[in-house]
């Protein structure tokens, strides 16, 4: 079945960086574009990065331009997001995703917390 696990959460000074990982099975990695969204406490769950299929296009938020890299690498189903920079308003539960004609689907959820 499809899965989408993630890891590299944690704590992390504000200025500091940390590296989201999300390894994907149970479908072909490398047909569908893949997004990192966000869920801060009591706020909407928002987009902050996607990266196309293939060619690498890449689109972010406006709150983390410039600071976030969102990258792939198909050969090991596994999207990546690099926060550098992190401010306290980046505390956040972050999620990876896809959509398909079956639905949308979801990673568990890494938790990332930045202190002032």
């Known amino acids: 079945q499809v899965q989408l696990v993630e890891s590299g959460g944690g704590l992390v000074q504000a200025g500091g960086s940390l590296r989201l990982s999300c390894a994907g099975s149970g479908f072909t990695f490398s047909d569908y574009a893949m997004r990192w969204y966000r869920q801060a406490p009591g706020k909407e769950r928002e987009l902050v990065a996607q990266?196309?299929?293939?060619?690498?296009?890449?689109t972010y938020a406006d709150s983390v331009q410039g600071r976030f890299t969102i990258s792939r690498d198909n050969a090991k189903n596994t999207v990546y997001l690099q926060m550098n920079s992190l401010k306290p308003e980046d505390t956040a539960v972050y999620f990876c995703?896809?959509?398909?004609?079956?639905?949308?689907?979801w990673g568990q959820g890494s938790q990332v917390t930045v202190s002032s």
């Open positions: 990266i196309a299929s293939v060619g690498g296009t890449t």
């Open positions: 995703n896809f959509r398909r004609w079956s639905g949308n689907y």
